[in-house]
C-alpha cells in the first residue's frame, strides 16, 4: 500500500483566515486539528482468480447474420447461419406492373468483412420457417424446431467472398452482395396477397403470421466465414407508364423486406474449441473466445475491499471519513503463438455480474457504469482498462450500509465480448448567441458476434488499484 499524505489548498485558505476571524469561531482550529491522506492501494490484485467459462448460447441482439464455415487452428471449428423474420414494405408498387420477373434475396457485406479465404467454394441453402421465431433466440437455438429439416430448400447458392469478376463500379462502393433468387411463387405470393390485404403489411408481427422467415444455412464448403451487414428481399419486376401521352415500358425494383432491429434474428453458432486451447484452459491458462466461445469468470474481492476501506475511514456511518477516488481494473493480454489467421481480441468487454448477465442483454440493457461496465481493447497497450469502478463499489457500500450483505454474487464478475454501437447526437442553442455540440451516446450493447475472435488474458500481472481520501484528526 503506497500512501500520500498532503495539505489542501483549502487548509491553507483556512489557516489564512482563522488570525482575522472571531476568536470564539472552532471553524479555523476544527480544519487545522485535520489531516487528509490520499491512500493507493494495489493489494487487493493478489485476491482476483480469473477463469474461462463456456459461453455456448448468446442471446441474438443484432442484425449481424454469420455465415459459412471455417476451421482455424489454434481457434476451432466455426460453423454458422441464421434464422430470420423481416420487416415489410409498407407499401408495394402494383399500378402498371405487368409482369413479375423475380425475387431476390440480397446478403450484402463490406469488402473486409469476412475471414479466411475469399477464394474458397461456398454454398447456403435456404429454406422457408414453418413458424414463427420465439424472443429471445440464443445462438444454441435448433433450427428443426422451426423449419422443413426433411424437405427441401427453395434456393441454393453457390458464393465466394472475392471480388474477383466484380465492375469496377460495383468494387468502389466498397461492398458485395451474395444474391440468391426466391422462387417466382414466393414473388407472386407476397404480390397478391399485398393486393388482397395490405394491413398484413403494416407490422412486422402480423406479417410473421403471415410469413414467419427464412433459414439461411450452410450446405456445402469450407474455408470462409462471412458477417453480412444488411439483408433485403426485392422484388424485380416490369412496369408500364404513361410518359408524354405514351406507354413506356421499364424495368423497375423495390425492396419489399428487411433484416431490421424490430425483427426477431438469431445466429446459429456452433463452436469447437481446438484441442489444443482445451488443453491451455485445463493447465491453467485463460481464453476469451467469440462467438459464442468462451468468457472470463473473475473472482472480484469486493468483501475485502469494502472491509479494508471501511477499516481504514472509520465505521461507514453517516459522517464521512472517507471517500472513494477511484477503482481501476486493468486486464492485459498476453501474445498468442498459434495464431496464423491474424485473429483480433474483442473489439469491447462488458463488466458485468455473473447473476445479470442474461438479464442485461435479454431486457436490451446499457452499461449504467454502476452494475455494469465496458471497456475497450488498447492495441498498443494490448489491454482492456475498466477506469470507473469506483460507482460500483460505492453502490456495494451504501446498500451495505442500508442493510443488505455484501454475497457472492457481488463477487462474480464476467468479462464478455461485447460490440457497443453508438450515434452522434448534435444539439445547438442560442439566446445571445448560439452554441453547438456533439456526443457520442451509445445506443446498444450487443454479444460480439462480427468475427471469429481471440484473446489470451495475462492472469499474473492483471491490475486493481484502490485510490481513496481519508480525513483524521492530529
Known sequence: MNVFRYLSAAL????????????????GSSIVDTNMEIVVDSSFQKLITVESIPNDSVVGRTITQLIGRISIPGYGKLETDFLTQFMPA?????????????????????????????????????????????SPIYSSIDPADYYNAQGMPVALKSYNASYLGLPDSLI???????????????????????????????????????FPGLYVKTSYGSGCVVNVQNSVMNLHYTKTTV????????????????????????????LEVDPTIQSEIAAGQVYLMAPAGLNVLMHFP?????????????DGGSTIQGLINSLILHVPLKEIANNSYGLEPPQFLLFV?????????????????????????????????????RTFLNDVIEKKRQGTEITDA?????????????????????????????????????????????????????????????????
Do not use: W
Not at 107 to 116: H, K, P, V, W
Not at 244 to 265: G, R
Open 410 to 474: 457481488d463477487e462474480e464478475i464476467v468479462l464478455v465480448p461485447v460490440s457497443v454501437y453508438s450515434e452522434t447526437v448534435s444539439s445547438g442553442s442560442s439566446y445571445y448567441y448560439y452554441s453547438y455540440s456533439e456526443q457520442e451516446v451509445v445506443t446498444d450493447i450487443v454479444p460480439y458476434i462480427s468475427a471469429p475472435s481471440i484473446a489470451l488474458i495475462d492472469a499474473d500481472n492483471i491490475k486493481l488499484q484502490l485510490t481513496y481520501s481519508r480525513q483524521t484528526k492530529k
Open 243 to 270: 410518359i408524354n401521352d405514351k406507354d413506356s415500358t421499364y424495368a423497375a425494383a423495390q425492396t419489399l423486406m428487411a433484416v431490421t432491429p424490430e425483427i426477431s434474428t438469431g445466429n446459429h453458432i456452433k
Open 90 to 134: 409498407a407499401a408495394f408498387d402494383t399500378v402498371g406492373v405487368d409482369r413479375l420477373d423475380s425475387l431476390v434475396l440480397y446478403l450484402n457485406y463490406n469488402a473486409d468483412s469476412f475471414t479466411g479465404d475469399s477464394l474458397a467454394p461456398m454454398q447456403l441453402s435456404v429454406f422457408p420457417l414453418e413458424k414463427q421465431l420465439k
Open 172 to 210: 468502389k462502393l466498397g461492398y458485395k452482395a451474395i444474391r440468391v433468387k426466391l422462387p417466382d411463387e414466393m414473388a407472386d405470393r407476397f404480390y397478391q396477397k399485398y393486393k388482397a390485404d395490405p394491413s398484413i403489411f403494416s407490422s412486422p408481427s402480423r406479417f410473421a403470421q403471415f
Open 353 to 389: 455480474r455473473k447473476s445479470e448477465l442474461q438479464k442485461f442483454f435479454e431486457e436490451k440493457e446499457l452499461a449504467d457504469n454502476v452494475r455494469s461496465f465496458y471497456a475497450e481493447y488498447n492495441s498498443t497497450t494490448r489491454s482492456y482498462s475498466f477506469t470507473g469502478l
Open 302 to 314: 469486493t468483501r475485502q475491499i469494502v472491509a479494508d476501506f471501511e477499516q481504514a475511514v472509520g
Open 12 to 27: 491553507v485558505v483556512a489557516l489564512g483566515l482563522s488570525s482575522c476571524g472571531d476568536e470564539n469561531s472552532m471553524i
